[in-house]
């Protein structure tokens, strides 16, 4: 029997390389790399070339979205001296989710999820919220899910030493960098 098939939203390698496998046991997953975020644009594109990897290793059919980071700050711009976790990067799940949902639409797939929750920094319920709220507005199931819990976080970083994978040290935006 043919699993349902499932467009997964991937931040990264590192989240993927465990999210990707938990999605994988009960689906055919599409991967969605949608992160206009992501700052600078070498960054964005050594996390988009680490996720290629996780595609490669795991067998999973894998896009790119559109990288357009000044309609992103410009969307996150009111928010810009929020914390980390604070408002600003509510709005950033959703611009992200939303394009992932829009992209599971226009590919005919019934579901869509996201890899975000495997990263202890981000708030699996807010998250959650939005993609279920996302759903419902495109006529999609959305798939919930914490996978930091039961020690997803660590067998993501343990999986991703294993595949010899780059891991970053900040979320992505210019918001959260910090000199290392």
């Excluded at 039961?150 to 010899?164: L, M, N, P, Q």
Aim: some cysteine.
């Amino acid at each position: 029997m043919a699993k349902p098939p499932l467009l997964v939203h991937i931040c990264c390698a590192p989240d993927a390389a465990y999210g990707a496998t938990v999605f994988q046991r009960d689906h055919e997953v599409t991967g969605f790399f949608h992160n206009p975020n992501i700052w600078p644009s070498e960054e964005y594109d050594l996390r988009w070339m680490e996720t290629q990897k996780v595609e490669s290793r795991l067998g999973f059919r894998l896009m790119e979205g559109t990288y357009d980071p000044r309609d992103w700050e410009r969307r996150v711009a009111p928010f810009a001296a929020e914390p980390e976790k604070g408002r600003r990067c509510d709005v950033c799940y959703a611009l992200r989710l939303d394009a992932a949902a829009r992209k599971a639409c226009d590919l005919g797939l019934p579901a869509f999820a996201t890899v975000l929750t495997v990263s202890p920094w981000k708030k699996a319920e807010v998250i959650n919220r939005i993609g279920g709220r996302l759903g419902r507005k495109y006529g999609l199931r959305y798939l919930a899910a914490d996978l930091k819990k039961d020690g997803g976080f660590a067998r993501s970083v343990e999986i991703s030493r294993s595949f010899g994978l780059y891991r970053q040290k900040y979320c992505g935006c210019r918001f959260s960098w910090r000199p290392r």
